[in-house]
């Protein structure tokens, strides 16, 4: 009798586990797409656009980026502006594919070349002007934003 049983469980046990099993092309097919969900079409929470527009005009409020230029002149003699302006003239001439930055630090006008994010960029154009130029060495300052490429 216990044999009986205990066959009975297993038999009625075995059942009732393959009764689990999922096949997924039964599920598909016991479970269509409502048509309203098929329409929609996906929307972004309008915060979302807020935070954009906020982050761009953050950014415009910037009037740069960290990054490195080379400086190739100093002075804070009474005529430096001048001294700064004829650099500048001069080596535009002699490399007029890298922006030049006059600027002033009381009592000092500095002639700062390029916009470089990475010093690495900065070494190598101070290598290339090093012997016109042996006064140059590179310095940390907030450049120009780079243009994107398209």
Known sequence: MRIIFLFVTIFLF???????????????????IPEIVQ???????????????WQVEKNIKKDGIAGF?????F?????????????????LSQYPDYAVHIKYDAP?????VGDFRTKNEALKL??????????????????EFPLLKK
């Open 39 to 53: 329409r929609v079409a996906p929307s972004r929470d309008s915060r979302l656009d807020k935070m954009v527009n």
């Open 14 to 32: 075995g059942k009732l586990v393959s009764a689990q099993e999922i096949n997924p092309d039964t599920i598909q097919a016991e479970i269509p």
């Open 126 to 143: 101070y290598k290339e002007i090093e012997k016109d130029y042996p006064v140059a060495f590179i310095v940390a300052d907030k450049i």
């Open 69 to 73: 230029r080379v400086e190739i002149f």
């Open 75 to 91: 002075s804070a003699e009474l005529n430096g502006k001048e001294q700064a302006l004829n650099k500048k003239v001069e080596f």
């Open 108 to 112: 000092n006008f500095r002639v700062r």
